[in-house]
């Protein structure tokens, strides 16, 4: 691993977020990695905006939001305002899944997760299929409909389905980490076909996120390495939309004394729990440091 760069290098003003969805508390880990977004911002003299990524309606909840803002002053961090809310944002990710449409980069999916689910537990059936590391599984390019066939319209029913992005099987793409180095996947093997709409009528955390970062003129992501393979997927969507994609630093995740991964619910290290026993972020410094 590289030791972080502190000041990034890009042409343009430099423009970073804090993309936190309130789903439970902040963490330490969330903090280390808010920190590096914060002092890479201040290092290269530019922004950084503070988007709250709430489209899960199921688990997002408006107490934690209120808690991440109290956390993240807490920790002694600015942000741009207004804070830029993904629920509010809807318009802008049905034109970008207009276009997507119109350009035959998607296709309507009709399979249930038990289906796909399903499928991965027989491997002899559909080889290769093995579900990726990450949250989404590879998606059997066999239940692909034809590239020329004709997709529904995109009205109020067309937007009632599942929508996949396909990916173009077997090529390589690559992207330069900050602090993890050159970073390559091939599309179809380490990720498949993935969804960029839902049928509740929401976009995937990866169409959302990339219309985001590319609407708001974001130049580097800064976020946990948990997201490398969605990095990939999202350098993907720049593409299809045309716009030009950011630079990336993925911070290394933090794990409790037994090397799992800190999670929401490690109650103990959230940052609400930190702070009301007194601890200051001062304290916390070194815990921080990347
Ligand atoms: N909201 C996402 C998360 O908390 C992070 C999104 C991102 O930084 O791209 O996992």
């Known amino acids: 691993m590289r030791t972080a760069p502190l000041a990034p290098t ?58 991440a803002l109290e956390d993240l002053a807490w920790l002694g961090l600015d942000w741009e305002k207004p804070v830029i809310t993904q629920s509010e944002r809807l318009p802008l990710y049905r034109n970008a899944l207009a ?61 009632a389905l599942n929508w996949r992005f396909r990916v173009p099987d077997e090529h390589e793409l690559r992207f330069d980490d900050a602090l993890l180095g050159t970073q390559t996947a091939v599309c179809g093997s380490d990720f498949g076909d993935f969804l960029v709409w839902r049928k509740d009528g929401l976009p995937s955390y ?22 490398v393979r ?3 997927r999202q350098l993907l969507l720049f593409e299809a939309l045309g716009a030009p994609a950011p630079t990336y630093c993925h911070a290394p995740l933090l794990t409790d004394e037994h090397g799992v991964r800190l999670a929401k619910r490690h109650a103990a290290l959230a940052l609400a729990t930190l702070r009301a026993s007194g601890t ?11």
């Open 10 to 67: 890009s042409p343009q003003p430099y423009v970073g977020r804090l993309a936190p969805s309130p789903t439970g508390l902040l963490h330490l880990g969330h903090a280390r990695t808010f920190a590096l977004a914060a002092a890479r911002a201040n290092a290269a003299g530019g922004k950084l905006l503070l988007r709250i990524d709430d489209l899960d309606r199921a688990r997002c909840r408006p107490e934690f939001t209120a808690a």
């Open 280 to 290: 200051t972020p001062e304290e916390l410094g070194p815990r921080l440091a990347i």
């Open 230 to 232: 969605s990095t990939f």
């Open 206 to 227: 990866q169409l959302a996120c990339a219309v985001d970062d590319a609407l708001l003129g974001v130049t580097e992501v800064v976020r946990g390495a948990d997201l």
């Open 99 to 159: 276009r997507l449409h119109a350009t035959g980069r998607i296709y309507p999916c009709y399979r249930s997760r038990r289906d796909l689910a399903e499928a991965l537990s027989a491997p002899h059936e559909t080889p290769g299929a093995a579900p990726a590391a990450d949250d989404e599984p590879l998606y059997p390019a066999a239940w692909r409909p034809a590239a020329d066939l004709a997709l529904p319209a995109l009205d109020a029913t067309g937007r």
